[in-house]
């Protein structure tokens, strides 16, 4: 099975903020690696798909980029509904990562 | 548009059985793949399996072979996941995500998650 690994597990950042998280997968899977955002409380929404397409709605200071074992997602400048925890999954039939703690500064 | 509606909230014993349910609208339920997905308190999303709507075939991730059934209503757009043996590490919410009409593997849609007590 392919695991999926996250950093780092938690950050502090402040609003405004460039925030990079970085999802390593034991082997390569090409670009087939999404992003989710959960809130408290909610269900998981997609922000990025195979790697790098935006999902409709989601706002362009989301990106992924990577292929192959790494990726990263970037929040090119952080908003204060941004705080959340992020996870990458490869697609489908796999586990997710162990997800990233975005908090308040 | 598409909706996701999840059985409420369950309270079981060890060693029981629960099974949610998922039931879809808002598109043809037999063109798009199923997932569960579950979420321990305070701890990440497990993947847990898939089933084809379609031809009710399914894949379980092996954590819980032998132990969940998906199985599928076509008469009225419902999934259903059944876990069995229940463990106080089974309490958690259980989400059920829809896959991509081409099973791309990703989730836009999902229910609103249904949250399963495991206490004696």
């Known amino acids: 099975d392919i695991q999926m690994t996250q950093s780092p597990s938690s950050l502090s950042a402040s609003v405004g903020d460039r925030v990079t998280i970085t999802c390593r997968a034991s082997h390569s899977i090409s670009t087939h690696l999404n992003w989710y955002q959960q809130k408290p409380g909610k269900a998981p929404k997609l922000l990025i798909y195979?790697?790098?397409s935006l999902q409709s709605g989601v706002p362009s200071r989301f990106s992924g980029s990577g292929s192959g074992t790494d990726f990263t997602l970037t929040i090119s400048r952080l908003e204060p509904e941004d705080f959340a925890v992020y996870y990458c999954q490869q697609y489908g039939f796999s586990p997710f990562g162990q997800g990233t703690k975005v908090e308040i500064k | 548009q598409v909706q996701l509606v999840q059985s409420g909230a369950e309270v079981k014993k060890p060693g029981a059985s629960v099974k949610v349910s998922c039931k879809a609208s808002g598109y043809t339920f037999t063109n798009y793949f199923m997932h569960w997905v579950r979420q321990a308190p305070g701890q990440g999303l497990e993947w847990m399996g898939i089933i084809n709507p379609r031809g009710d075939s399914t894949s379980y991730a092996q954590k819980f072979q032998g132990r969940v059934t998906m199985t599928r209503d076509t008469s009225t757009s419902t999934v259903y996941m059944e876990l069995s043996s229940l463990r106080s590490e089974d309490a958690a919410v259980y989400f059920c995500?829809?896959?991509?009409?081409?099973?791309?593997?990703?989730?836009?849609?999902w229910g609103q998650g249904t949250l399963v007590t495991v206490s004696s």
């Open positions: 995500a829809r896959d991509t009409y081409d099973s791309s593997g990703y989730f836009v849609h």
């Open positions: 195979a790697a790098s």
